[in-house]
């Protein structure tokens, strides 16, 4: 089996990569061959370097779709993306990798299959920003897309696409509606989502963390072995019982900034807690308002796709995956 | 004021054209241009013919949305499609007109922006078929868009360009998702959906028509009357009214076929009724079981916009602008 991931060097990309790494079968056969593709070279896991093909490109660029799929991978993780922030900042750039390019990707697929059937599973990584304010109280998987960042609308329109390529048979999609990770590994970085995970894991490691927003502020979650848990789920799953909604909102952990500090404070005492130092932001606080609280995944729960539902898992996952068990 | 209008030389267009022609001041000022653009040299009403240019281009080809948008329009009507049976059977002509060539209008708007400020209204046709079985017993207007056409996929995709070119300031957009036109003017036309208007239109003409469904059928129309009276109404709406989610289903009157026939009957008589020839014909009964059925247009009619409550209206508006008032 040739698996094709883009956007491999980013974080669930590296999450995904260690599970096809340590677990035997985990997409369903044998990964006989490996395909990384992102920006910059990524790079595999040891036990995968035999097999593994790396490659720096930019999937809007013109050809680098085709060249991947002249290859014919059998299963195609599509990750990479220009970020909300700057896809907000940059409009060309956003519209240009995150549209043009999925579509190329979508679009070199399609030309592979007429010139000898061809039909890989692709899996994409969608997002919960193609959701925007105002919100019900739980978000259902009818709830209609009205994205109010262009980062959300790339991402919806790439929903349609892939929903519409999957019906008409040209590969068999399916789109992953990811929620917040966390605890995100890694530096503190300015996204403004950051603080979420930075209030944990920098504590969790001894060092200071800002909270910039208020401890009511509620936000939806899963940890990055859900994320990881969710592609591998979505490589094997019968697509027959998903029919012709391809793209799902992931389960979540819905928690209050307080129900993180209470869960810190149980896995790792109030010495971590008092490593938070409360800095309110009021741009933060205007943007995360905007921002989807709780969701009703019905269908993706159904389906089998799973996530924490405690937020103490969420920390013990990290301190487990990230600081080798101890802290 | 200069008005573009794309897709001007078909039905709708020619209905917004008499409103204009007709009409002093409707679309909120003096009409002292007019740019009429379709893939067929469009003709403007006699009293629009000295300030009217028309032209004949495909907006998916490469410079006709630039040089279009050159001419700094103040108001665009963008009624342009290859309707829904081709956008099927052509994947590609499909994609590269309602979709690029879309696409390429709101870019063009963008760099001509850039040159000079330029902010024009743009009022874009979509339609229900951005919706997918299978449907709530009424489509709400936070139904999440699901199409099971490319063509729906196009217009869900362009709904979400208008959206966030509309939200950046790019222009001032807002989407008119039309319910199914009826009567529909002319000769019968081999859509799935002509039966809905060729089972009144030939009956009151005096000629035989074919219904190939049941009459339990349920479905959601509007005249072409009201049609161009939404496309009238959303040129000089008040956008801020609208807020950010720029995409409307229009009002319309959820009716069977036997409501259509019994209002044929109270219009023009027992002998009209008499010409409807019952001719089951599966594939239509299957297309159409997919197709929406009613809706809870609420934010469109809260706007106001207006469509007809009863189809004996919908019948003499027929009457009234198609047969000079008789039958």
Same mark, same amino acid.
């Given at each position: 089996?040739?698996?094709?991931?883009?956007?491999?060097?980013?974080?669930?990309?590296?999450?995904?990569?260690?599970?096809?790494?340590?677990?035997?079968?985990?997409?369903?056969?044998?990964?006989?061959?490996?395909?990384?593709?992102?920006?910059?070279?990524? /790079?595999?896991? &040891?036990?995968?370097? =035999? *097999?593994?093909?790396? $490659?720096?490109? !930019?999937? %809007?660029?013109? #050809?680098?779709?085709?060249?991947?799929?002249?290859?014919?991978?059998?299963?195609?993780?599509?990750?990479?993306?220009?970020?909300?922030?700057?896809?907000?900042?940059?409009?060309?750039?956003?519209?240009?990798?995150?549209?043009?390019?999925?579509?190329?990707?979508?679009?070199?697929?399609?030309?592979?299959?007429?010139?000898?059937?061809?039909?890989?599973?692709?899996?994409?990584?969608?997002?919960?920003?193609?959701?925007?304010?105002?919100?019900?109280?739980?978000?259902?998987?009818?709830?209609?897309?009205?994205?109010? /960042?262009?980062? &959300?609308?790339?991402? =919806? *329109?790439?929903?349609? $696409?892939?929903? !519409?390529? %999957?019906?008409? #048979?040209?590969?068999?999609?399916?789109?992953?509606?990811?929620?917040?990770?966390?605890?995100?590994?890694?530096?503190?970085?300015?996204?403004?989502?950051?603080?979420?995970?930075?209030?944990?894991?920098?504590?969790?490691?001894?060092?200071?963390?800002?909270?910039?927003?208020?401890?009511?502020?509620?936000?939806?979650?899963?940890?990055?072995?859900?994320?990881?848990?969710?592609?591998?789920?979505?490589?094997?799953?019968?697509?027959?019982?998903?029919?012709?909604?391809?793209?799902?909102?992931?389960?979540?952990?819905?928690?209050?900034?307080?129900?993180?500090? =209470?869960?810190?404070?149980?896995?790792?005492?109030?010495?971590?807690?008092?490593?938070?130092?409360?800095?309110?932001?009021?741009?933060?606080?205007?943007?995360?308002?905007?921002?989807?609280?709780?969701?009703?995944?019905?269908?993706?729960?159904?389906?089998?796709?799973?996530?924490?539902?405690?937020?103490?898992?969420?920390?013990?996952?990290?301190?487990?995956?990230?600081?080798?068990?101890?802290?």
């Amino acid at each position: 089996m040739h698996v094709l991931i883009i956007g491999a060097a980013g974080m669930v990309g590296r999450k995904l990569l260690d599970r096809i790494a340590h677990e035997d079968g985990v997409l369903g056969g044998e990964v006989t061959r490996l395909t990384l593709v992102d920006v910059v070279e990524p /790079t595999a896991p &040891g036990p995968l370097d =035999a *097999i593994t093909r790396s $490659l720096a490109l !930019d999937l %809007s660029d013109a #050809g680098a779709a085709a060249q991947l799929i002249a290859e014919r991978p059998d299963i195609i993780f599509h990750l990479a993306a220009i970020v909300s922030g700057e896809a907000e900042a940059d409009f060309e750039k956003g519209y240009r990798v995150n549209l043009d390019g999925t579509r190329a990707l979508f679009d070199a697929i399609r030309a592979e299959g007429l010139k000898e059937p061809y039909r890989p599973r692709v899996i994409f990584a969608s997002s919960v920003a193609v959701f925007g304010a105002p919100f019900p109280e739980k978000i259902g998987d009818e709830f209609f897309t009205t994205p109010l /960042t262009s980062y &959300g609308t790339q991402k =919806a *329109i790439a929903e349609l $696409l892939l929903a !519409d390529y %999957s019906r008409r #048979g040209i590969f068999d999609g399916i789109g992953i509606r990811l929620p917040t990770i966390c605890v995100r590994p890694g530096k503190p970085n300015k996204a403004a989502s950051g603080f979420f995970s930075n209030i944990l894991r920098e504590p969790l490691a001894g060092q200071e963390a800002v909270l910039p927003v208020e401890e009511d502020v509620l936000h939806w979650f899963a940890s990055p072995r859900s994320a990881a848990g969710f592609f591998v789920h979505a490589a094997t799953l019968d697509l027959e019982k998903v029919g012709l909604r391809r793209n799902l909102t992931m389960p979540g952990l819905s928690a209050t900034v307080r129900d993180e500090i =209470a869960a810190l404070e149980r896995v790792a005492g109030a010495k971590a807690v008092r490593l938070i130092r409360r800095e309110p932001d009021e741009t933060i606080r205007r943007i995360v308002a905007g921002w989807p609280r709780d969701f009703d995944a019905r269908r993706a729960a159904e389906l089998g796709f799973k996530a924490e539902t405690r937020f103490d898992d969420i920390i013990r996952a990290h301190i487990e995956d990230e600081l080798g068990g101890k802290i």
